[in-house]
């Protein structure tokens, strides 16, 4: 099939967007890809679709596990056979995820967390496989100069030892021109690679910094003249519930968003701000990534983002449609200097790393050259209070261990749960002869997840209990009951952040911590802090043209439509 019948017939578009189709070309021809499309440019669909033109698996490499689940679900949803490994599943569901890939004919896309590609079991059976193409999501991440540097995605290169004739694109919606550089040589793109660059200027999409105490007046204000859909970005999960009920009162119809909801409550909330039911969301930062919503009107921002690249992707949800919309910072000096201490704390020292090494492993209880490749759910706050550490400068130690290739740290888990039967047909039919809270919670079970007995599949006890007529309690008190009794591998759902240790527990005289290293992403920090401190400081030059030069493209407009160019044609 053609690109074009391809999109056609599983995603019902008739044409592609701008630079799709080009990329696509490239792609199946056979050669490296580099894809910087702005928030909102489909990058999705450039390596979905020549995966679906080519013969062979697709892998995708991607840090964020939920992206990965939602895209998998949407992709099985339009009839197309994908999965993910992530550091969320255990060793067994591993196991018989590669199987299926290596055995069957009916995966075209594999998604991995890059932390995966670093064991000898997957490159056992990844180069077993018959591959069409590696996608590199997020590839930022596999550069020191990019914001969020990743040493796990170093292991990238290694698919290409493994299988060196299988191209490879690249896709970022933001990074500079030494990021760029930098992804092209760290992934070893060959002769014939390409970049293909979209313009990160949006002629529909005014920015505007707003200084003002009442915040809260002001974001009535600019609902209720906008209209239509928005989100409000707030750092804590408090202010997005104190946004939301302060806004209802007010008489908007508006929700709340943030990481201690359960997953159900989160998919729920998401919905009916997609659908439009709920027009208006407060959130934090981690909502709308992956959300391909085209009418959203306004998108503020109510504290000041870690950088620029993070700033121009979540002020980027707004207007996708082609119309006009607004990114809209509502600050006061009091955010002035809550950024500056939150950036002077950013790097704590080499002292508060190791001790936070050391409470974390003591805490799940760890013993030196032990729990290599093992997946902990943990406590944070908790832990902090009980040690009395800032919880700040455990996330960034955490992260900063992360850099160094100890330890992966999600801060989000929001891991599904998961059911995988062990037991073989015979035994399960049997069991459902002993009551009848088994007969039909298998029955349910049975009836809405067919490939139970061949790998770890995401499960929702409520639709189950629904199915089998059942409380959502007796349903997890069954699974748990198979789960013990050795029938099942269940897993309940969790918000909890989680920990997987790359390598074994080391004693603190033996955590190295490279100075270069650590001086090299202490400066990196310090570039973006002052590029962004710069941009919320700046009133004399268009804020377009300024995010734009920011990434590298010089050759800009003003855009006549923010704050700085209103003013200085007024």
């Not at 302060?246 to 659908?275: I, M, P």
């Not at 009133?539 to 300024?546: G, M, V």
Request: glycine share 6%.
């Amino acid at each position: 099939m053609k690109p074009t019948e391809v999109l056609q017939k599983y995603w019902g578009y008739d044409a592609f967007r701008p630079l799709q189709e080009p990329i696509i070309a490239h792609v199946t021809a056979g050669k490296d890809t580099v894809a910087l499309l702005p928030t909102g440019g489909g990058k999705s669909i450039c390596f979905q679709v020549p995966g679906l033109m080519m013969e062979g698996i697709t892998i995708v490499i991607s840090p964020l596990i939920a992206l990965m689940q939602d895209q998998v679900k949407q992709l099985n949803d339009r009839g197309i056979g994908a999965m993910a490994i992530t550091s969320a599943l255990r060793e067994s569901e591993i196991d018989a995820a590669f199987d299926r890939c290596i055995y069957t004919d009916e995966i075209q896309f594999l998604y991995v967390s890059p932390e995966r590609l670093a064991t000898q079991m997957a490159e056992v059976r990844i180069k077993k496989m018959k591959l069409a193409l590696i996608a590199v999501d997020e590839a930022h991440c596999i550069s020191e100069w990019g914001y969020d540097f990743r040493p796990s995605y170093l292991n990238i290169s290694k698919l290409r030892d493994w299988h060196p004739e299988v191209p490879i694109i690249a896709l970022t919606a933001s990074a500079t021109k030494e990021a760029v550089e930098d992804i092209q040589q760290k992934l070893e793109l060959k002769k014939g690679k390409k970049l293909f660059f979209n313009s990160f200027q949006r002629s529909n999409l005014a920015y505007f910094i707003h200084w003002e105490e009442d915040k809260l007046g002001t974001i009535e204000r600019i609902a209720a003249k906008q209209g239509g859909s928005g989100i409000i970005y707030t750092r804590s999960r408090k202010g997005t519930e104190r946004i939301s009920n302060a806004l209802n009162k007010r008489g908007f119809v508006c929700d709340f968003y943030h990481a201690g909801l359960s997953n159900e409550e989160r998919q729920l909330k998401q919905e009916s701000w997609t659908s439009g039911e709920t027009p208006v969301i407060a959130a934090t930062n981690a909502f709308g990534m992956g959300i391909d919503k085209p009418d959203v009107r306004f998108v503020v921002h109510l504290d000041i983002p870690d950088t620029l690249e993070n700033y121009y992707q979540e002020a980027g949800r707004a207007g996708r449609d082609g119309n006009k919309a607004y990114g809209i910072c509502l600050l006061t000096k009091s955010d002035l200097d809550r950024f500056h201490d939150k950036h002077q704390q950013a790097f704590p020292s080499k002292d508060d790393i190791k001790r936070s090494y050391d409470v974390v492993c003591d805490t799940l209880r760890l013993a030196v050259g032990s729990g290599k490749e093992e997946h902990h759910y943990i406590d944070l706050e908790q832990v902090c209070a009980t040690h009395k550490i800032n919880a700040f400068v455990m996330e960034q130690s955490l992260r900063f261990l992360e850099r160094e290739d100890y330890l992966f740290f999600n801060v989000k888990d929001n891991a599904k749960s998961t059911l995988m039967i062990t037991a073989d047909h015979q035994t399960i039919r049997s069991l459902r002869d002993r009551s009848s809270n088994l007969e039909h919670v298998i029955e349910g079970l049975l009836r809405s997840y067919p490939r139970l007995f061949e790998e770890a599949v995401r499960i929702n006890e409520r639709l189950i209990s629904i199915r089998a007529q059942r409380s959502k309690q007796q349903v997890v008190d069954v699974l748990q009951w198979m789960h013990e009794s050795g029938y099942a591998e269940y897993h309940a759902s969790q918000t909890l952040p989680s920990i997987t240790f790359v390598h074994e527990r080391v004693h603190t005289k033996n955590l190295r911590i490279s100075h270069e290293h650590y001086t090299l992403r202490k400066r990196v920090h310090e570039e973006k802090y002052e590029a962004m401190l710069r941009y919320i400081e700046n009133t004399s030059l268009c804020r377009s043209r300024t995010l734009s030069a920011y990434f590298g493209e010089l050759d800009t407009k003003d855009c006549g439509i923010c704050d700085v160019c209103l003013e200085q044609n007024a």
